[in-house]
């Protein structure tokens, strides 16, 4: 059987996961499922880890017309996020 837990204890797993500074691109896929199931959105969690390797986020910083452009150090992927 599967566990059936409430949406608020899934957020707190959620919040909690987050506080780690370091967590592997498996974790991340178990969360980011966790909140779909419960249809928690991310935020600005997402800016915490790579699009593509979901690796956590470290690289070269770049500033440009509103928008951060992170270069992640594991995979060279160029994140882009606004800037409000």
């Known amino acids: ?15 909690s996961f987050f506080q780690k500074d370091n967590f592997s691109p498996e974790e991340l896929k178990k969360i ?9 959105k ?3 969690y997402k800016r915490k880890f790579c699009k593509k390797c979901l690796s956590p986020l ?11 452009t992170i270069e992640c150090e ?3 992927y160029k994140n882009r ?3 409000f």
């Open 1 to 15: 059987m599967k566990k059936v837990i409430s949406k608020t204890k899934a957020t707190e797993i959620i919040d």
């Open 32 to 40: 980011k499922r966790l909140a779909m199931k419960y249809q928690i």
């Open 42 to 44: 991310l935020g600005a």
């Open 58 to 68: 470290r690289g070269k910083i770049r500033i440009n017309n509103n928008v951060k």
């Open 74 to 76: 594991s995979c060279s």
């Open 81 to 83: 996020h606004k800037i």
